[in-house]
């Protein structure tokens, strides 16, 4: 097996592009001025150093710091910035198109909670401090439908350590799929894995959305073609 993430750590496991290389159009006027202004104060590098506090990645003192892991569009990630100002939100998410989507609403709407990876989220995991991360959402990660393309994808045991390492003890994290057999890979991986308890109790709780999970793009288009959706909780023991 080849390494083609080239951020990963000399002595790290090699690791395999999870996302797909979308070409995308030129930046309007518009965008090109926001990315502009806001690209120093609101991005933040993959290669931070080793054990950056979450919390001063923000200029401001939030209560708790929370990550989102391929926000795509980033409908998910501005409704939890938008309703929990309290909280300070770490985006992560390669596709450029919609890491400017998001820096245009932070602009529009003056959203000082928000801080953007676009990049591969797991050097970020990597460099992060131990336990400084409240919850974490990783939602519709790229399906790699083709067997041969199973090992690409993101939600594997490897991040779960990852994960494992960043989240405080008791923080949550919030996955979600619509493909059965990423389903079922992903229920092994957290149930093999002994820092994450699942948190559902009957299936009620797992094939419904909470309130406080609001609908994203891709969870729109798997719904509106006939996939049903898992919500998975799950608790940092
Ligand atoms: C199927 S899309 C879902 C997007 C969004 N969460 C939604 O539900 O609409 C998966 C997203 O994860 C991103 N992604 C894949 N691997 C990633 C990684 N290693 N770090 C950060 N984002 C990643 C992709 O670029 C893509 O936008």
Avoid at 39 to 59: C, R, W, Y
Wanted: overall charge neutral.
């Amino acid at each position: 097996m080849t390494n083609s993430d080239p951020k990963s750590n000399p002595g790290e496991p090699a690791e395999l592009r999870s996302f797909a290389r979308t070409r995308t159009r030129g930046l309007t006027a518009r965008q090109q001025d926001v990315v502009d202004r806001l690209s120093e104060e609101v991005t933040i590098g993959p290669n931070v150093n080793d054990g950056q506090d979450a919390a001063a990645l923000f200029d401001a003192k939030f209560d708790d710091v929370w990550i989102e892991i391929g926000f795509g569009g980033g409908e998910h990630l501005l409704w939890q910035a938008r309703n929990n100002p309290e909280v300070g939100l770490i985006g992560c998410e390669p596709f450029r198109d919609g890491v400017v989507r998001v820096m245009t609403a932070i602009d529009s709407e003056k959203l000082t909670n928000i801080r953007l990876l676009a990049d591969d989220a797991r050097p970020l995991l990597r460099s992060l401090q131990p336990e400084s991360i409240g919850r974490a959402f990783v939602l519709f990660a790229d399906p790699w439908p083709k067997k041969r393309h199973h090992k690409r994808r993101l939600i594997n045991p490897g991040l779960a350590d990852l994960l494992a390492r960043v989240l405080k003890p008791n923080a949550e994290l919030r996955v979600a799929t619509d493909i059965d057999d990423y389903l079922q890979a992903i229920l092994l991986t957290f149930h093999l894995h002994s820092s994450f308890q699942w948190l559902a109790e009957r299936p009620t709780d797992w094939r419904h959305r909470p309130d406080d999970w609001p609908e994203t793009r891709y969870q729109t288009k798997a719904i509106r073609e006939g996939r049903s959706c898992a919500y998975l909780r799950y608790r940092r023991i």
